[in-house]
């Protein structure tokens, strides 16, 4: 499975008055946790791969933890990345298990999240401690020859919200983190 995804910093609340205009379905909001951590047998930042922990706190439902594998970038014009993600019954649990293998943690990112469903895509919008307000349009597709077709959507749809897929990052969150950190 592959994550199709591009994320442009936004105004938020101009955003949410576009995604109302389109008629967008609201889903859900909710903050999440992730905590990053190192391999002992490989560098992730050098490999441009990722292994998190998230704790997802739903605004109106239970927390749950899942467990995500993130591959290397598969082209240079979107986040795109092979992506293995399963619910763990315990965040800390989990965590626990993989420093007990080697897994150092490395950083934690923590944001708000407002998710709305648009012209089958999922348009998020993230308010990220530290680094400030963005929207994310992502889908997934099954294999990398659906890539393209479903990443000019995506800018399709941040076209419609009045967002220019030009000023789109590439960097994850917590690349921009560990680069704000670096300044």
Do not use: W
């Amino acid at each position: 499975m592959y994550e199709v995804e591009v994320k442009v910093p936004a105004d938020h609340d101009e955003v949410r008055e576009r995604l109302a205009e389109l008629g967008a379905e609201p889903v859900n909001e909710v903050t999440q946790e992730d905590t990053y951590y190192d391999a002992p047998h490989r560098e992730f930042a050098e490999t441009d791969e990722a292994l998190r922990v998230r704790r997802e706190t739903p605004a109106d439902a239970e927390e749950f933890a899942e467990l995500t594998y993130k591959g290397p970038l598969v082209e240079a014009e979107s986040k795109t990345r092979e992506e293995i993600e399963t619910v763990v019954e315990e965040g800390e649990a989990t965590g626990n298990l993989l420093a007990a293998l080697g897994f150092d943690p490395a950083a934690t990112v923590r944001k708000e999240r407002e998710r709305f469903l648009l012209d089958g895509y999922t348009v998020t919008l993230d308010a990220v401690d530290g680094l400030g307000e963005f929207v994310e349009v992502e889908t997934e597709v099954e294999g990398e020859s659906e890539v393209e077709s479903a990443r000019e959507k995506a800018y399709s749809v941040l076209r419609d919200l009045g967002l220019d897929p030009d000023e789109q990052i590439r960097t994850s969150y917590l690349g921009l983190l560990l680069e704000a950190s670096e300044e």
